[in-house]
Nanobody, 118 residues
Framework: QVQLVESGGGLVQAGDSLRLSCAASGGTLGSYIMGWFRQAPGKEREFVAQITWSTGRQVYGDSMKGRLTISRDTAKDTVWLQMNSLKPEDTAIYYC???????????WGQGTQVTVSS
């Protein structure tokens, strides 16, 4: 079973950058897709970005497109989410997740809070 622990969230001002990290343990990630989702108060969970561990292929959601870079460190079993030009509407809990190659997300982290002030 894969365990995921997010870190790097916090309170920032509009226009700032933030890098989230997701440390994975307990499994071999070569057969997974690693993703980031977010959920704001009163809203549904939203896809942010994903990366296929074995190939590095990246896919981005529409809400933050152009302001994101997802990457992974295969030596450290860590996924990074670099977020730039943050906006108050980016305020949410950000979750790291692991999906099987069929796209089904099966493991989730506990989330890290990102708050962007105007």
């Amino acid at each position: 079973q894969v365990q995921l622990v997010e870190s790097g969230g916090g309170l920032v001002q509009a226009g700032d950058s933030l890098r989230l990290s997701c440390a994975a343990s307990g499994g071999t990630l070569g057969s997974y897709i690693m993703g980031w989702f977010r959920q704001a108060p009163g809203k549904e969970r939203e896809f942010v970005a994903q990366i296929t561990w074995s190939t590095g292929r990246q896919v981005y959601g529409d809400s933050m497109k152009g302001r994101l870079t997802i990457s992974r460190d295969t030596a450290k079993d860590t996924v990074w989410l670099q977020m730039n030009s943050l906006k108050p509407e980016d305020t949410a809990i950000y979750y790291c997740a692991a999906a099987r190659l069929n796209g089904q997300y099966v493991y989730w982290g506990q989330g890290t809070q990102v708050t962007v002030s105007s």
